[in-house]
């Protein structure tokens, strides 16, 4: 159901969200795109460099983490919920340095359902889901939770 709704402008809208947050913006984040449930970001290299030469591990955290952000909030723009969503908790695994641009996808995990998600939601005004995001190639994963609450 939630994917024959064009997410076209509600990406526009997201990404101006994002690049008016000041450390977002430092870092260059963009949405590169959604497709079959898996919201894509990226941010450059130069912007997120580290003294090795290789990206700044807080930067792979935070392009991880705000593909998540995004995604939910997505989702929940997409059944025309309006929501402020959070970050609950998550971990982190850091498997090799990363030397080029860095690619961010995020996805429900495994054991998630959005139409359960956005089912409590209607009905509570606030749920969580967990989202599984990863730098393309395997170089980082993040597991997270994130919370939804309504904003009437």
Known sequence: MLEHVDPSALLAR?????????????????IAGYDNGVLRMHAPLLANVN?????????LASVMTLSGWALVSLRLAMAGKDAEVYVADS?????????GELMASAKAA????????????????????????????????LEGRFVAISKG
């Open 51 to 59: 003294d090795k030469g290789n990206a700044f591990g807080g930067s």
């Open 91 to 99: 971990s982190i695994r850091y498997r090799a340095p990363v030397y």
């Open 110 to 141: 495994p054991d998630q359902d959005w139409e359960g998600f956005l089912a409590l939601f209607s009905k509570r005004g606030r749920a969580r889901i967990s989202i599984r995001a990863e730098i393309v190639g395997g170089a980082a994963e």
């Open 14 to 30: 997201l990404q101006a969200t994002l690049s008016a947050m000041p450390p977002v913006a430092a870092m260059d984040i963009r």
